[in-house]
């Protein structure tokens, strides 16, 4: 059975039935690193540093406090932030993260939606760019957090941060704006009685690490993006895993929160093109008799908001292949905004939805899946009581896409659900 708990300022997850096994890691400078945005979450009841334009901006304390914006076709409400030159730690080429909470009601989809942007300017005197920010979709939606990786160009000297609601109607929240980039030393030090690989997988780029052992012992200092977190995994010679995930409040698996088994401590899994991610995953002597679930969201990567759907993921579970069988949520049959039928269970596998974020699609919207309670097509349960047993159990991911259509899938908050 696998144990979490926390010790050292990160995240521990251990099986049982794996050897003593010590992982160390940490990070110069230490994470998580600070968030460049200030009065990020709008708790302080003041707008301060942030500055209002255009049209209506105001703090709503309905649930929590989140700045609205009140739509007006003749407007363009904004609010905007500078970033001083002191704060800033991204270089040329580094990685940049940007997080946010958003929510939209009576929007016309016809115009363009809510929006983040920045506009950095740099240390080389190049002009001035506004660099992509998370892309809000074209219609109503409820409190979903839309996220972006991407790098700059140029050493950045300083920038400045909005919200925006141009030209629309209806009402826009945003929250908890979250931005952090630059790159930092990640020391790792694994060792044990039987350790024979280490993996590390970043929470918001993937695996970046993956190497054999000998000696049992392992050690090495990388250069990482300062921003999200790292899950170092230790596997033995049975394939069995033991791992820390640093720093341990970021990203994490909801299954940790949820007391379920996860497959990875970090709560994304980003697997490429053609690939496997394939997990050993130990379930306890008493499971028999028991329902046991395969729970995960899943879409295919890409900077924009919703563009359709296709066959993007195919689930083994002791080799065994997930089907239409296995399927409890999404239901296999569903029926799209159009009037066409979706299928989800395919016969290469599970179809997917090209997005930038899991969120229940509005009727408005051409792929919106209306036939389901939640219109959410991203959130999948499958039944695979018949597929494993007490002990060890392999659950593998593959991404279907290949080198004539390169693209990346991600799973988030893959687990093991008992009951």
Same mark, same amino acid.
């Given at each position: 059975?696998?144990?979490?708990?926390?010790?050292?300022?990160?995240?521990?997850? &251990?099986?049982?039935?794996?050897? &003593?096994?010590?992982?160390?890691?940490?990070?110069?400078?230490?994470?998580?690193?600070?968030?460049?945005?200030?009065?990020?979450?709008?708790?302080?009841?003041?707008?301060?540093?942030?500055?209002?334009?255009?049209?209506?901006?105001?703090?709503?304390?309905?649930?929590?406090?989140?700045?609205?914006?009140?739509?007006?076709?003749?407007?363009? =409400?904004?609010?905007?932030?500078?970033?001083?030159?002191?704060?800033?730690?991204?270089?040329?080429?580094?990685?940049?993260?940007?997080?946010?909470?958003?929510?939209?009601?009576?929007?016309?989809?016809?115009?363009?939606?809510?929006?983040?942007?920045?506009?950095?300017?740099?240390?080389?005197?190049?002009? &001035?760019?506004?660099?992509?920010?998370?892309?809000? =979709?074209?219609?109503?939606?409820?409190?979903?957090?839309?996220?972006?990786?991407?790098?700059?160009?140029?050493?950045?000297?300083?920038?400045?941060?909005?919200? @925006?609601?141009?030209?629309?109607?209806?009402?826009?929240?945003?929250?908890?704006?979250?931005?952090?980039?630059?790159?930092?030393?990640?020391?790792?030090?694994?060792?044990?009685?039987?350790?024979?690989?280490?993996?590390?997988?970043?929470?918001?780029?993937?695996?970046?690490?993956?190497?054999?052992?000998?000696?049992?012992?392992?050690?090495?200092?990388?250069?990482?993006?300062?921003?999200?977190?790292?899950?170092?995994?230790?596997?033995?010679?049975?394939?069995?895993?033991?791992?820390?995930?640093? =720093?341990?409040?970021?990203?994490?698996?909801?299954?940790?929160?949820?007391?379920?088994?996860?497959?990875?401590?970090?709560?994304?899994?980003?697997? =490429?093109?053609?690939?496997?991610?394939?997990?050993?995953?130990?379930?306890?002597?008493?499971?028999?008799?028991?329902?046991?679930?395969?729970?995960?969201?899943?879409?295919?990567?890409?900077?924009?908001?919703?563009?359709?759907?296709?066959?993007?993921?195919?689930?083994?579970?002791?080799?065994?292949?997930?089907?239409?069988?296995?399927?409890?949520?999404?239901?296999?049959?569903?029926?799209?905004?159009?009037?066409?039928?979706?299928?989800?269970?395919?016969?290469?596998?599970?179809?997917?939805?090209?997005?930038?974020? @899991?969120?229940?699609?509005?009727?408005?919207?051409?792929?919106?899946?209306?036939?389901?309670?939640?219109?959410?097509?991203?959130?999948?349960?499958?039944?695979?009581?018949?597929?494993?047993?007490?002990?060890?159990?392999?659950?593998?991911?593959?991404?279907?896409?290949?080198?004539?259509?390169?693209?990346?899938?991600?799973?988030?908050?893959?687990?093991?659900?008992?009951?």
């Amino acid at each position: 059975m696998l144990k979490t708990f926390a010790a050292s300022g990160a995240l521990l997850l &251990a099986a049982s039935a794996m050897a &003593a096994t010590d992982i160390s890691v940490n990070s110069t400078p230490a994470m998580p690193t600070a968030n460049l945005i200030k009065n990020a979450d709008f708790e302080d009841g003041k707008l301060a540093p942030w500055r209002a334009f255009g049209g209506t901006s105001e703090l709503d304390k309905t649930d929590g406090t989140s700045i609205k914006f009140s739509g007006d076709p003749a407007q363009r =409400p904004g609010v905007s932030q500078s970033i001083r030159p002191i704060d800033v730690p991204l270089k040329a080429n580094d990685l940049y993260y940007i997080k946010v909470k958003a929510k939209n009601s009576g929007c016309d989809i016809e115009k363009r939606p809510g929006s983040i942007a920045w506009q950095a300017t740099f240390s080389d005197g190049a002009k &001035a760019l506004y660099l992509r920010a998370p892309e809000l =979709p074209r219609e109503d939606y409820d409190w979903n957090e839309f996220e972006i990786v991407n790098t700059v160009p140029h050493d950045i000297k300083s920038a400045t941060f909005y919200l @925006c609601y141009y030209n629309q109607e209806g009402e826009q929240w945003f929250d908890e704006v979250l931005m952090q980039g630059g790159s930092a030393e990640l020391a790792i030090n694994v060792k044990g009685d039987d350790v024979k690989q280490v993996i590390v997988l970043h929470s918001q780029t993937g695996k970046i690490l993956d190497e054999k052992v000998t000696a049992n012992a392992f050690s090495k200092t990388i250069k990482v993006p300062a921003f999200g977190s790292y899950e170092v995994v230790a596997i033995d010679s049975k394939g069995v895993r033991s791992s820390k995930l640093y =720093p341990e409040n970021v990203d994490v698996n909801s299954a940790v929160k949820n007391n379920n088994i996860p497959l990875t401590l970090v709560k994304r899994m980003i697997i =490429p093109f053609g690939k496997t991610e394939t997990i050993n995953v130990e379930l306890p002597a008493d499971v028999a008799g028991k329902k046991v679930y395969l729970d995960f969201s899943g879409r295919i990567d890409q900077f924009s908001t919703i563009s359709g759907f296709t066959a993007g993921v195919r689930v083994e579970v002791n080799k065994q292949f997930c089907r239409a069988a296995e399927l409890v949520k999404p239901v296999n049959k569903a029926t799209i905004s159009s009037g066409s039928d979706l299928i989800f269970a395919r016969n290469t596998g599970y179809v997917l939805y090209y997005s930038n974020a @899991c969120f229940s699609i509005s009727e408005d919207n051409h792929y919106s899946p209306v036939s389901l309670s939640d219109r959410n097509p991203f959130n999948f349960r499958l039944d695979i009581t018949k597929l494993v047993k007490a002990g060890s159990n392999s659950i593998a991911f593959k991404n279907l896409f290949s080198t004539k259509l390169p693209r990346s899938i991600v799973i988030d908050n893959a687990q093991v659900v008992i009951e």
